[in-house]
């Protein structure tokens, strides 16, 4: 299928623990994000790559440090993981040249718990 | 302030309703207005799109944009149970960075 992929879906894990997020899609998009949805649904970008380059960078902690080894992956780590950081961590892709508007094309969705 | 502000809901309406979601927005340079649908446990995916002000229909959904007003609706007419969802929307500038500003969601529950 067609699509953009996250694993894991879900992940538990301790406070101070180092976890990682894996993003993939394979519609061949340039345009690459990482947003983070807290429990009242307000989606906050975190990073975007264009074909592996870094263009937006939100303030984030740097704690979180994004890697994207291809124009169709994108991962992210967190190290010393915090009880704020529990959210749902959405990947998402964007078409090149449609630049007249911003269609993006989520993945399902990483629910991240930390205890 | 944020520069998107949207009605925060919970909206609970009965089938067939007509239900109308609203965001405005603080920044003119925004130029492009979008409106995403995610179901719960999902990603949220694009419903429809508008650049101008005016009104966009796509079926029973009708985009409305004011930009004079910095006011955009999504209106759904004889809503279903399925469209019971979160409504995001968002907004763009026109660069090639790409990045959308979203609203905080609105909660809808379409009761049979």
């Known amino acids: 299928d067609t699509a953009v992929s996250q694993t894991p879906k879900y992940l538990v894990t301790q406070m101070g623990n180092d976890k990682s997020i894996k993003c993939e899609q394979n519609?061949?998009?340039?345009?690459m994000y990482w947003y983070k949805q807290d429990s009242k649904k307000f989606l906050k970008i975190m990073f975007s790559y264009n074909n592996k380059e870094l263009i937006i960078n939100e303030t984030v902690p740097n704690r979180f440090s994004p890697k994207s080894p291809d124009k169709a992956h994108l991962n992210l780590h967190i190290n010393s993981l915090e009880l704020g950081d529990s959210a749902v961590y959405f990947c998402?892709?964007?078409?090149?040249?449609?630049?007249?508007?911003?269609?993006?094309?989520f993945g399902p969705g990483t629910r991240l718990t930390v205890l | 302030q944020k520069e998107v502000e949207q009605d925060p809901g919970p909206l609970s309406v009965p089938e067939g309703a007509i239900v109308s979601l609203n965001c405005t927005y603080s920044?003119?340079?925004?130029?492009?207005f979008m409106w995403y649908r995610q179901y719960s446990r999902k990603g949220p995916e694009l419903l429809m799109y508008t650049y101008s002000s005016g009104n966009k229909e796509d079926g029973r959904f009708t985009a409305q944009v004011d930009k004079s007003s910095k006011y955009i609706s999504l209106f759904i007419r004889d809503s279903q149970p399925s469209d019971s969802a979160t409504y995001l929307c968002a907004m763009t500038y026109n660069t090639n960075a790409g990045k959308s500003t979203f609203g905080d969601g609105t909660t809808l529950t379409v009761k049979p």
């Open positions: 920044n003119s340079a925004f130029q492009y």
């Open positions: 519609l061949g998009h340039d345009t």
């Open positions: 998402a892709s964007r078409p090149s040249g449609r630049p007249l508007y911003n269609e993006q094309f």
